[in-house]
């Protein structure tokens, strides 16, 4: 397994030095050539799906990770979409960052160029398959998709056609190659092919991203769980308080941009406990709460430190009352992620107090959760969302997949 897994990231390397020099045109146009394949070829993609779900479900997969493997015609064609607006965006090949004329006479540039040979790491979600491709090759890299066993046969018909895609628009199809999920140490073997692969990312539960970044020998940006809060201030409009908590909780419970903990401060709490706890239950959640939220109804159960730690993935919610906006970010502080926290208020003052006391890689204010996502902020597809703090912070688009070069010229200049 070992040999085919480095085989392939030196197929890859070479198809990446193809397209380092690729211009936008005849990238974009493989981007359009590869959304207009997936849509075409949307039944033959929903029949491997759907061996995968059966499967899946036999073996007694929970619903909410059925719902991350599962897909439809409305998915397949987001995804296409999400291709094509990736062809829509700026290259960020070739930008400048920064440049000047040196005292000496030397012009600097550092220069955007591409990452090279780009592995994921990855669970469930076919979606991820058709957006990391996409990404990696408008920024020029190759690509080495290493999905999970359980959405196998839907990776492989969306690679397959993807893959046809680019060799009938005369480049590379080693640019978007498989890795095998049929051993679990073609993971381990992506992870430490170190010289030939520039970055790995990992993108699921906890315990793989933690695997990964405690095992690979190939640089790693974390993509973290999502332990998301709402705070609901003193000053909050009560109405929009409510659509928001909704919206972020029972949108889609299996994201990790879905919040997993409400946090209300004491002076709305009275009037504010008593409505979302009816809302949240209408809506089906599971309410983990402290003593207010269990007075305000028998149904709630009393939350513990792991509730409040926890990212649930489903229609659960843990739910706090605070004396302050100091005690939700001493909360925060302790039990978040560091993926999104939003806060709902009408205060200047507490808005900025909460984008200053919290360590995130998304802060909302007055909005969902839900928004933190690249397709959302604008960057067409994403490849993740990053919680560390070195290279890339948040939803990774374009930008996030390339690096830099110093571009420095003299006039026959000795030092």
Same mark, same amino acid.
């Not at 793989?208 to 790693?220: G, H």
């Given at each position: ?15 990446? =030095? ?15 050539? /590869? ?25 007694? $997969? ?5 719902? +991350? ?12 979409? =999400? ?21 000496? =006479?030397? +012009?600097?540039?550092?220069? +955007? ?38 959405? %196998? ?22 640019? /978007? ?14 992870? &430490? ?16 991203? &933690? ?47 879905? %919040? ?5 401060? &004491? ?13 949240? &239950? ?9 003593? $207010? ?23 659960? /919610? ?33 808005? $900025? ?63």
């Amino acid at each position: 397994m070992k040999q085919q897994v480095h085989d392939a990231a030196r197929r890859a390397r070479v198809a990446a =030095g193809t397209l380092a020099v690729t211009n936008r045109a005849t990238k974009d146009a493989a981007l359009h050539a /590869i959304a207009d394949a997936l849509v075409a070829g949307t039944q033959t993609i929903l029949a491997a799906n759907g061996a995968d779900v059966d499967a899946a479900r036999a073996a007694g $997969t929970p619903e909410n990770v059925l719902d +991350r493997l599962r897909l439809d015609d409305d998915r397949v064609a987001a995804f296409a979409d =999400g291709v094509r607006s990736v062809a829509g965006l700026p290259d960020p090949v070739g930008e400048v960052v920064r440049g000047s004329t040196l005292p000496n =006479g030397l +012009r600097m540039r550092q220069v +955007r160029v591409p990452m090279g040979v780009i592995g994921m790491i990855y669970e469930g979600r076919p979606n991820v398959t058709a957006d990391a491709a996409a990404i990696c090759l408008k920024a020029g890299s190759a690509v080495l998709l290493r999905g999970s066993s359980s959405a %196998a046969r839907s990776n492989a018909a969306i690679i397959a056609i993807m893959r046809d895609a680019l060799t009938a628009t005369g480049l590379p199809a080693d640019a /978007i190659q498989q890795i095998s999920a049929d051993d679990r140490s073609s993971a381990t073997h992506l992870m &430490q092919a170190r010289g030939l692969v520039d970055l790995v990312i990992p993108r699921g539960g906890a315990g793989l991203i &933690q695997a990964v970044v405690e095992q690979s020998t190939v640089p790693v940006i974390e993509t973290g769980v999502g332990n998301c809060h709402v705070y609901v201030d003193a000053a909050a409009d009560l109405d929009m308080a409510l659509d928001i908590v909704l919206n972020a909780k029972t949108h889609r419970t299996s994201v990790c941009n879905a %919040a997993e903990s409400l946090l209300v401060h &004491q002076e709305v709490a009275d009037v504010f406990v008593p409505r979302v706890v009816a809302a949240l &239950q209408e809506a089906g959640v599971t309410i983990h709460g402290d003593a $207010t939220f269990c007075a305000a109804d028998g149904a709630v159960v009393p939350a513990t430190d792991e509730d409040y730690a926890q990212e649930y993935l489903s229609l659960d /919610i843990s739910a706090k009352v605070v004396d302050s906006i100091d005690e939700a970010l001493a909360h925060i502080r302790q039990f978040s992620s560091g993926h999104t926290e939003a806060i709902v208020t009408g205060s200047l003052a507490a808005s $900025t107090q909460f984008t200053t006391g919290v360590d995130s890689a998304a802060i909302m204010i007055n909005a969902s959760t839900r928004f933190t996502d690249g397709g959302e902020l604008g960057f067409g597809a994403e490849i993740g969302i990053s919680t560390q703090k070195l290279h890339a912070r948040g939803p990774m688009g374009l930008t996030e997949m390339t690096t830099t070069t110093f571009v420095v010229t003299g006039d026959g200049h000795v030092r």
